[in-house]
């Protein structure tokens, strides 16, 4: 029954997001006038064709592990072109359209984050207080002061002029446990100070400084909360708080949680290049098919939530500057925004190898840590 569950919960989640992602690009392709021939989720052998009036394919496909949008281009050697369909050409139209195109898909995804966290808001989640168990000794928050029952209700990035002395006031509030996590993870990663407005076990309010230069950096070998040494008393049973907003204010709250893990996600993902982020600590199908199914059997919130997470990730992955991705083609655009001409498509068919071998490289690496990860003794 799990293996059922975990299964389920995995097409579900490529379903989902890779069909969102792939409208993105089809609706603005519409919006453009290029005509778009195929709307496919999965690749292979097709299950079920639908051409509608107007001559586009829609195809689900065997392989659920992707999908695309194939649009008409004339650039593509196997594409026959009419005169009357020239203008309806993906090349044929102009830079900002195409570039408009490309980006369509990635934004999409962060859309969709926003619309599924702001879904979770609406309907009230349970969440921990930010309430701080005590700090390891050695830790910067014991050094500062910190103690058991400390409470985190305002947070302040600090300016150099503020952690010399400057005045601090005008905190933004915490609601939980969980956003705090999420502020503390950029302010490490930024490297940048920062400021806790704490309510003590007896109720009176103090402010905390956490200079950069004393924050502890990311490593794969480190806990950054614990060096920190802020991290959530949990009692039994947990004392647990309902975050529940309206509408309006669950889309701002939303949009901003989004805008806040895409930061932090982005600079973890550039760690893979500087060192900083572990290459074991990347995972493939197995991983996401197992995070899928265990966030499905806690509950339908804890799944939308995995289900916005790994849309930002989908959609800062298609957007990295690499052929074949999104962020490739973009790359080319801006080559021709600086240059004045498009790279050639010999050129750019050079390039999608490069591309092609480096993501299967990563998506072997991905696939060795979960068979590692799931599959050793």
């Not at 309510?199 to 950096?217: H, I, N, Y």
């Amino acid at each position: 029954m799990q293996a059922l569950i975990t299964l389920a919960s995995f097409l579900v989640t490529l379903g989902v997001l890779v069909s969102f992602h792939e409208y993105g690009h089809f609706l603005a392709a519409r919006l453009c006038g290029v005509k778009v021939l195929r709307f496919a989720l999965g690749f292979g052998k097709p299950i079920y064709t639908y051409r509608a009036k107007n001559s586009t394919e829609w195809v689900l496909a065997s392989i659920p592990l992707g999908g695309y949008v194939k649009l008409l281009d004339g650039r593509d050697s196997e594409q026959s072109i009419s005169s009357q369909d020239r203008a309806k050409a993906f090349d044929s139209k102009r830079l900002w359209q195409r570039s408009f195109i490309v980006a369509a898909g990635p934004l999409a995804n962060f859309l969709l984050a926003v619309i599924l966290f702001s879904i979770i808001y609406v309907s009230g989640v349970p969440q921990l207080p930010a309430r701080l168990q005590a700090p390891a000794e050695q830790s910067i928050a014991a050094k500062i002061g910190l103690i058991e029952g400390d409470q985190v209700i305002g947070w302040k990035y600090l300016s150099s002029d503020q952690v010399n002395g400057g005045v601090l006031e005008q905190f933004d509030a915490v609601s939980s446990w969980n956003a705090l996590r999420w502020l503390l993870m950029d302010a490490i990663t930024a490297e940048q100070g920062f400021a806790l407005e704490i309510q003590t076990p007896g109720g009176s309010r103090v402010s905390k400084v956490f200079k950069s230069e004393d924050l502890p950096r990311i490593s794969p070998e480190t806990d950054p909360f614990k060096a920190l040494g802020i991290l959530p008393k949990v009692s039994s049973p947990p004392d647990l708080i309902e975050l529940k907003l309206g509408p309006l204010d669950a889309i701002a709250f939303a949009g901003e949680r989004v805008y806040l893990i895409t930061k932090v996600s982005l600079r973890l993902m550039m760690g893979l290049f500087t060192g900083t982020t572990a290459l074991n600590q990347l995972g493939g199908p197995l991983s996401i098919a197992d995070m899928a199914g265990k966030s499905a059997q806690v509950g339908w919130q804890p799944f939308v939530a995995f289900l916005a997470l790994m849309s930002i990730s989908i959609g800062l992955l298609n957007l990295l500057p690499l052929p074949m991705l999104d962020g490739g083609q973009l790359l080319y655009d801006a080559w021709e925004l600086l240059a004045g001409k498009r790279i050639s498509v010999p050129m750019q068919e050079k390039l999608q190898k490069v591309g092609f071998l480096l993501l299967v490289s990563l998506s072997l690496l991905a696939l060795f840590n979960d068979l590692q990860r799931y599959l050793s003794p």
